[in-house]
């Protein structure tokens, strides 16, 4: 006879996983979300971060890069709500992982302000170069609003950054963005997690938001 105790293990034990755990290509990096959340095509960031797909060097950028994004607006993932949600509807939590390989000139230039601006967004930039860029007509960052910045402990000759800010991107709301960044122990790797939310959104559902940014680690491989 089945007892409902044990009736209620076997329901848990099919019930589905609550997190989707995710590894990049190099197997150096791994982070998990809610399993409701849904995957966006991640060839459609490909102009967002390579530029004009036919140049080579576009061609070789997305050779060396991994990207993986996920959306809790889970009936409509969508790349557009990268840097805002969907007008009129409730604004949920997007999720971008990317892991690039970078060049030697690049491995020349990296450091700390180098991962804190590593998804193109005007993070460590000095006060007069951040006035001048959001004078420019047209440009879409305003209002920056630094939360947070945190030197992360470095392990395994690892180094990394977590840093929480305020952008307003065009003329939308306050956009809140989490990002940690990490360099390989070789600095030939930078991997970086950035979660975005409204602002409002963000502090309701800082709890999960900062699971995910805590599950988000790079592991030093044998050849670095």
């Not at 809610?34 to 991640?42: E, F, G, I, K, T």
């Not at 805002?84 to 604004?91: I, L, M, S, T």
């Not at 460590?124 to 440009?139: I, L, N, P, W």
Request: with cysteine; hydrophobic share 40%.
């Amino acid at each position: 006879m089945v007892t409902a105790a044990t009736a209620a293990v076997l329901l848990s034990g099919c019930a589905a996983p609550d997190y989707t755990y995710v590894r990049g290509s190099d197997g150096s990096t791994y982070f998990k979300v809610p399993s409701a959340w849904r995957q966006v095509d991640a060839n459609a960031f490909d102009q967002v971060f390579f530029g004009d797909m036919q140049t080579a060097k576009a061609q070789i950028a997305k050779q060396n890069t991994w990207i993986a994004a996920y959306d809790a607006q889970a009936a409509r993932p969508s790349a557009n709500h990268f840097l805002a949600g969907e007008q009129g509807a409730v604004d949920q939590p997007f999720v971008l992982a990317k892991v690039q390989k970078l060049s030697d000139e690049e491995k020349n230039q990296v450091s700390l302000d180098i991962l804190r601006n590593a998804n193109g967004l005007p993070v460590a930039v000095t006060a007069d170069v951040r006035k001048q860029m959001e004078s420019t007509q047209g440009f879409p960052f305003q209002k920056f609003e630094l939360l947070s910045d945190q030197v992360l402990p470095a392990q395994d000759g690892i180094r990394g950054v977590r840093t929480i800010f305020n952008l307003s991107v065009g003329n939308g709301p306050v956009q809140t963005f989490d990002e940690t960044s990490f360099l390989s122990a070789d600095g030939s790797i930078v991997s970086t997690l950035l979660i975005r939310c409204s602002a409002a959104c963000f502090r309701q559902q800082f709890s999960e938001i900062n699971l995910v940014a805590q599950s988000f680690k790079v592991k030093r491989l044998l050849n670095q």
